[in-house]
């Protein structure tokens, strides 16, 4: 499971964005947006950097994230 910190997520049409970027690498992936922190966990067996890259791609900035 990875958990990014994304920036400029300010509504639900923010998160469905990049839930959709991250499920464009990975049909599969589970993608769970938590809007007031910011955080967004992925589980996914694609590569970490194809999935921020996808995120960034989308208009969002990934400022850290994690293998947890």
Do not use: H, W
């Not at 049409?13 to 992936?29: E, F, P």
């Not at 589980?43 to 208009?59: F, H, M, N, P, Q």
């Amino acid at each position: 499971m990875y958990e990014f910190q994304v920036e400029g997520m300010t509504c639900g049409g923010c998160a469905n964005s990049v839930r959709r970027s991250l499920q464009a690498v990975d049909s599969k992936a589970r993608v769970a947006v938590e809007l007031a922190s910011k955080k967004v966990r992925i589980e996914s067996t694609a590569d970490i950097e194809r999935l921020k890259s996808a995120v960034v791609a989308a208009g969002y900035p990934v400022t850290a994230s994690a293998v947890v």
